[in-house]
């Protein structure tokens, strides 16, 4: 069975950058649901827990129901329905359920590309393709330390609420937080110089030296060759 | 507040990417290898303060912060924004791709603007100052923010007006906490450490 995980990072970026375009860029439904079937299979192929994901979405298009819903009440297009004193706008409703569809294809095809690779792997495949070597320093870093200054606050946040520090529409409050932030950030610097020294200790020249190579498959062709011919029959058929 | 995939129209996008590209790359040319780990532990520390939710009201609104980053960082904020938006995207899907390069745009242009207004305060000894620049950082960079997503969204279609009126209204109650919040934050730093904050210009 074809899995995307032993898909080339590399190849999987390009292609759901092309994608992400493409779908981005529907102006319309029957485009929009053309490439549904292509999100379907790499859904498929990334054995990815459908209900996790589905979950993902609702959260992540929270902004997006805000959208429809102002959208549904206010905007005061040629066709309304009344309901009572409101007036509800179909094409309202139409436009952003369109934006709704548009929205859930890319972040399925999002999760389910990037989800069946490391981080670190997808990072290493950005600096393979020409993303500028102190950015792709600093993406690593950052992914490094994430959990690292996650945990320094949730220790401080420990520490306030043993205290007795309860969190309330108060100066007190606000200043309680900008002081936790304050001391991630002395925190943040004294590490930087830490990390700093320890790298110059090893011989950092400004480059990460890479051990391992990507190298292109039989799959991977077969995949990106599959993959351009399906997005340009959609762009040709709507051309 | 990040705008979603699929709303906007394809030149915004691209004229997004392209904005957010030219920050990155005065912002890195600007950024020597010393201060890379520097800057990526700031763009964890903002990262992780944004997770931060504070009271406001009956809710509560999460903290941006970018204000501070910027006043910190000057053109460094973009490639330090850029990495932590991109975090977010792989990590929790929040924006996407596409949007990316529009969503750093709106959080780090006003937030260098903050920088360069700011620039001056920073050097003060005086409490007062560092209070203004804090209420000054975070109004000009929330705020600005906030205009730009409605500008954005009042540019893509007549159906976003109200909404776009709304977003402007709920980025108010942000720029109003994150005016104490950055203000504490640098009394706090004054104190602490001061070289920080000359570092920063």
């Known amino acids: ?3 995307l995980a032993v898909i080339d990072p590399r190849v999987k970026v390009v292609v759901l ?15 929009a649901l053309s490439y549904l079937p292509f999100v379907c299979l790499s859904l498929v192929a990334a054995k990815g827990r459908i209900l996790k994901l589905l979950k993902l979405l609702f959260v992540a298009n929270t902004f997006l129901l805000f959208l429809v819903v102002t959208m549904v009440f206010t905007y005061e297009s040629p066709r309304t329905v009344k309901v009572g004193a409101l007036s509800l706008s179909v094409d309202g409703l139409v436009y952003g359920l369109l934006l709704l569809l548009k929205s859930s294809l890319i972040l399925l095809l999002t999760a389910s590309f990037l989800s069946t690779s490391s981080a670190f792997t997808v990072f290493h495949a950005l ?17 490094r330390y994430v959990h690292t200054v996650k945990e320094e606050y949730e220790t ?3 520490a306030a609420k043993c205290r007795g520090f309860r ?9 309680t937080f900008a002081n936790i932030v304050a001391n991630l950030l002395v925190k943040s610097y004294k590490r930087a110089d830490r990390v700093y020294k320890a790298m110059l200790c090893r011989g950092f020249r400004g480059t990460f030296p890479v051990y391992h190579h990507f190298s292109l498959k039989r799959e991977d062709i077969i995949f990106v060759v599959s993959s351009l011919f399906y997005f340009t029959a959609v762009v040709l058929w709507k051309f | 507040m990040h705008i979603s995939e699929g709303v906007l129209p394809g030149s915004l996008l691209v004229a997004g990417w392209v904005l957010t590209a030219l920050g990155t790359y005065v912002g890195l040319r600007r950024l020597d290898d ?57 990590l929790f899907q929040f924006g996407g791709l596409t949007v990316l390069g529009v969503n750093t745009f709106n959080m780090a242009f006003p937030a260098l603007i903050a920088y360069y207004l700011c620039k001056r305060l920073l050097q003060s000894e005086k409490k007062f100052s560092l209070t203004v620049a804090g209420v000054l950082s975070s109004f000009v960079a929330i705020m600005g923010a906030g205009l730009l997503v409605s500008l954005e969204l009042f540019f893509t279609g007549e159906a976003f007006k109200k909404t776009a009126e709304i977003v402007f209204l709920a980025h108010l109650p942000v720029a109003f906490i994150e005016a104490f919040i950055n203000s504490f934050t ?10 920080v904050l000359k570092e920063a210009v």
């Not at chain 2, 809710?59 to 977010?88: C, D, K, M, R």
Request: proline fraction near 7%; aromatic fraction near 14%; include cysteine.
């Open chain 1, 167 to 175: 969190p309330e529409n108060s100066v007190r409050t606000y200043r």
């Open chain 2, 34 to 90: 010393r201060r890379i780990p520097l800057a990526a532990l700031l763009s964890s520390a903002f990262f992780v303060a944004s997770l931060i939710h504070v009271p406001a009201g009956p809710t509560s609104v999460h903290l941006v912060l970018n204000g501070l980053a910027g006043i910190l960082l000057g053109w460094a904020v973009f490639p330090v924004l850029l990495t932590a938006l991109f975090l977010q995207a792989v």
């Open chain 1, 17 to 31: 950058f092309l994608f992400s375009w493409g779908i981005a860029l529907s102006p319309d439904f029957s485009t």
């Open chain 1, 127 to 143: 600096h393979h393709l020409r993303l500028p070597a102190n950015l792709c320093q600093i993406l690593f870093f950052t992914y």
């Open chain 1, 156 to 158: 401080m946040v420990k």
């Open chain 2, 186 to 195: 640098l009394l706090f730093l004054k104190r602490a450490v001061p070289e």
């Open chain 1, 1 to 3: 069975m074809f899995s």
